[in-house]
């Protein structure tokens, strides 16, 4: 995602604590040494950013001033990514900012920082507090059409924070870049659902699934929302934002499956009648086809980080 107008528009997936809010204060830090490099590249956002997000209209984007608690939250959230990923970041990542006067819908913009390779990452500052299972349903009711008296979606998840799943979305679209998943057709991880970057193989690329304003399609009727899930569990995509592009597609998958890993995630979409009972209930980190790809995942994960000769210098 190389421009804020795509970023707003498509980078919505995630959001807030499932858990106790008092977890990332109450959590003994673990103190390592990439965790607390990656910490010295909190920074605030260089004003080409700042003026990407203000070309976007967003007129009221500044730097959002970090408390200590915040801080901690965001060393916690470091210290939970994997160590392929933490080991690149500190190889490429020149800058990691938080922005207030974002709007809500987006969550983070991860682009080339124009520095020998390597990347910055800038937050919705809201993201370290916002629910997660509020943004998700959220998220997944604004691709339905509805009306007073019609079902509704609800999304509920249990896990780690928002701002640790945030983290582990952005984090993977720069080993992504490194190490050249989705541009190589053949990987494991893409081989059998993508055709190019943004081309669905079949049938997926036939599925109601393809056809979500997360593909530039129109709302859909709530009425079809059955079969559109119906669909997604029997594809290999653990969320409708999958099918985005190959590189949402992994991102999605691998920060889905860590935290399932590392704090036993739980992920729920429900359709609910006007009467408030359930018609349908969904558990994508259980879809089969997902199940499958765990395997590939977690041998990427214990795959060597590739390292440049000289190491990125903060500022």
Known sequence: MNTVSVWVSRCVFFCSAFVNPAFAQDTPLPSDTATD?????????????????????????????????????????????PSLHRTILADRLERLSFLDGIAGEGTALTAPSGKDDTYSITFRASVINESLTEFLTTKEQRLFTSFDGSPRIAVSADG?????????????????????????????????????LKTLKMPYANSIISNTTFRGAGKIPIEQAPSVYDALASSP??????????SEDIAELVAWYQ????????????????????????????????????????????????RRISPVASD
Do not use: C
């Not at 700042?50 to 967003?58: L, N, P, R, S, T």
């Not at 036993?264 to 979409?269: C, F, N, P, R, S």
């Not at 009467?275 to 977690?298: I, N």
């Open 160 to 196: 780690l924070d928002a701002l640790t799943f945030a983290f582990l979305h952005e984090s993977t679209h720069i080993v992504d870049n490194v190490i050249g998943i989705k541009t190589n057709p053949q990987n494991p991880l893409i081989v059998n659902q993508w055709k190019s």
């Open 259 to 306: 935290e399932r890993k590392i704090a036993k995630a739980t992920l729920v979409i429900e359709i609910i009648g006007a009467d408030a009972k359930v018609l349908r209930r969904y558990e994508p980190l259980k879809f089969p086809l997902v199940v499958a790809r765990y395997a590939q995942v977690k041998k990427l994960l214990l795959s060597p980080s590739p």
């Open 237 to 246: 995509f653990v969320t409708l934002y999958s099918t985005a592009a190959a």
């Open 37 to 81: 490099e990656l910490m010295r590249r909190v920074l605030p956002a260089t004003p080409e950013v700042i003026k990407e997000f203000k070309d976007a209209g967003m007129s009221g984007v500044r730097a959002h001033q970090l408390t200590d608690d915040e801080r901690s939250k965001i060393a916690h959230a470091l210290s939970s990514l």
